[in-house]
């Protein structure tokens, strides 16, 4: 199996602190750590690690912290040779203040100087060889192309989306697997019920429908079905939610490329979702398959 992400990716530092900073103050950090981040390179990297055969296409400037980015992918076994690193940009870069014991997070980031991914900076034959296409909200105006390009092969398409932009709605009534934030659903569809919510998403073009609700968990619905199912986030002690719905998207399309049904897929990725907050970072907890099986 082989799949490619295409999206964004980012360079994550992650501070713990026992408290907030008041203004001119200083705070001891408990903990740091530098990883990589991004939706699409998240949910890559976890479906690298489980196995699968990856490659991701994105787009970063050609400094230090471009490098960086691209081997927190290529360390992880993600072929990376497709990303487009822009000559003289400075590369984008996040960086997180926990709290420690709360969970609470301050977020500071920036895009540096990176122009957008265009079209014709992702080649279509990226698409030979792969089994499912996936992409993020990031780039809709150069995704386009390539998920019509991959509809045409019979490739799936797993889209990630939270925001409203130009071409998102294109996106939306050509992919096979959406997986919306709840925001984006409500505002996208008008509507406020859930179950109105999906099956209105469905009669967009995808054939499944996730909605995720952040720490209430998701709902998902399939063509076909009539009873919405409903899945209450797993339970943990909570140190940090930084990439968490990324988890969740990687460990979704692993269940679509394994064959399993809906209620399986959505169970797998939300255990996945909650163990990635018992440590910092995205890519800092994410379980083996074999735990998360343990606890189904």
Not at 55 to 82: C, H, M, P, W, Y
Not at 107 to 118: E, I
Request: charged fraction near 20%.
């Amino acid at each position: 199996m082989r799949v490619l992400g295409v999206g964004y990716c980012t360079l994550d530092q992650i501070a713990v602190v026992d408290r907030f900073a008041e203004p001119d103050f200083k705070v001891e950090m408990a903990k740091f750590s530098v990883q990589g981040g991004g939706t699409a390179a998240t949910a890559i990297a976890l479906l690298a690690r489980w196995g699968i055969e990856t490659s991701f296409a994105g787009k970063v400037g050609d400094d230090a912290r471009a490098t960086q980015i691209a081997k927190t992918l290529s360390n992880e076994g993600v072929d990376t040779a497709a990303m487009v690193h822009e000559a003289g940009a400075i590369s984008q870069l996040t960086f997180i203040v926990v709290e420690e014991g709360t969970g609470r997070k301050q977020t500071y980031f920036t895009q540096g100087n990176v122009s957008d991914l265009r079209a014709d900076e992702i080649d279509l034959n990226l698409l030979d060889g792969v089994d499912l296409l996936l992409v993020d909200d990031r780039y809709p105006l150069a995704q386009i192309g390539l998920v019509q390009a991959a509809r045409e092969r019979g490739i799936p398409v797993v889209l990630e989306v939270n925001r409203m932009a130009p071409g998102v709605a294109e996106l939306v009534g050509v992919c096979d697997y959406l997986v919306a934030s709840e925001r984006f659903a409500t505002q996208f569809t008008g509507m406020g019920q859930l179950g109105s919510m999906c099956r209105s998403l469905l009669e967009r073009g995808p054939k499944s429908v996730v909605v995720t609700l952040g720490d209430e968990g998701s709902v998902a619905l399939a063509k076909g079905q009539e009873r919405l199912l409903r899945q209450s986030a797993y339970e943990v002690e909570v140190v940090d939610t930084t990439g968490a719905g990324d988890v969740f998207l990687g460990a979704f399309v692993y269940g679509i490329l394994q064959g399993w049904e809906l209620s399986r897929q959505v169970g797998v990725a939300n255990i996945a979702a909650g163990l990635c907050c018992k440590d910092v970072g995205g890519r800092g907890a994410i379980a083996t398959l074999a735990q998360i099986e343990a606890l189904l």
